[in-house]
């Protein structure tokens, strides 16, 4: 006798992923690892639910995955030419453009955001996204399998860059993580600019920050 595959009920989900909120904030806070936590909480294993639980955190009229959508779109052209030839990535990004327009395939955004990650480490305890069996060039202009890892643990699996970036970041918050020293300026202007996410007693963003927002806007 074969069974079909349940698909969970969305608003079933929600309801009990909220009425769970308060106590999963207090284990975690109280050091409960990553693996633990998904364990307990499966439906964190996506990156849907990774943004929920962030719109949980933070609470918005415009959900997380729409104002960083829209966020970037508005910004990629400008900080593009910002980094035009000071990123290692610079050329290889430029070149699958190019490849991309000529073979008219879909324009892919969220690809951008990879301009940024110049200091990529597969074995990171942060939030990293891998690419699964592809390459840099077709990752920025199709959308390929990627996983997110944190902290050595699988997160979630996800269709294209963008959500295995935007899984990445979410991480941040729904696992308390700080960020890494190496990317704060740049999480700190994602965070405050596209999703205009404030944490009480966080520290004013730094001038090199401030400085490139005034260019951008």
Same mark, same amino acid.
């Given at each position: 006798m074969q069974y079909e595959k349940m698909t969970p009920d969305t608003s079933v989900v929600n309801d009990r992923m909220q009425r769970t909120f308060a106590w999963r904030r207090k284990e975690i806070a109280d050091g409960m690892t990553?693996?633990?936590?998904?364990?307990?909480?499966? $439906?964190? +294993? =996506?990156p849907t639910g990774l943004c929920d639980e962030v719109d949980r955190i933070h609470p918005s009229a415009v959900k997380l995955y729409r104002r960083w959508k829209e966020g970037f779109t508005g910004i990629v052209p400008k900080v593009v030419k910002l980094v035009q030839g000071k990123s290692p990535l610079a050329k290889?990004?430029?070149?699958? +453009? &190019? &490849?991309?327009?000529?073979e008219d395939l879909p324009d892919i955004q969220f690809t951008? *955001?990879?301009? $940024? *990650? &110049? !200091?990529?480490?597969? !074995?990171?305890p942060y939030p990293t996204v891998q690419l699964v069996e592809t390459d840099w060039e077709m990752a920025f =202009? +199709?959308?390929?399998?990627?996983?997110?890892?944190?902290?050595?643990?699988?997160?979630? +699996?996800? =269709?294209?860059?963008?959500?295995?970036?935007?899984?990445?970041f979410c991480a941040y918050f729904v696992f308390d993580m700080a960020y890494p020293p190496y990317m704060k300026n740049t999480l700190s202007f994602l965070q405050r600019t596209l999703l205009n996410i404030t944490v009480v007693g966080e520290k004013p963003l730094p001038v090199t920050v401030t400085r490139v927002i005034n260019l951008i806007y």
């Open positions: 990553v693996e633990d936590v998904l364990k307990k909480y499966p $439906f964190l +294993r =996506t290889m990004y430029a070149d699958a +453009r &190019e &490849e991309m327009l000529t951008d *955001f990879y301009v $940024f *990650f &110049e !200091q990529y480490d597969a !074995q990171s =202009t +199709r959308n390929v399998p990627v996983l997110v890892k944190v902290d050595g643990v699988d997160l979630c +699996r996800g =269709t294209g860059v963008e959500e295995g970036v935007i899984a990445a």
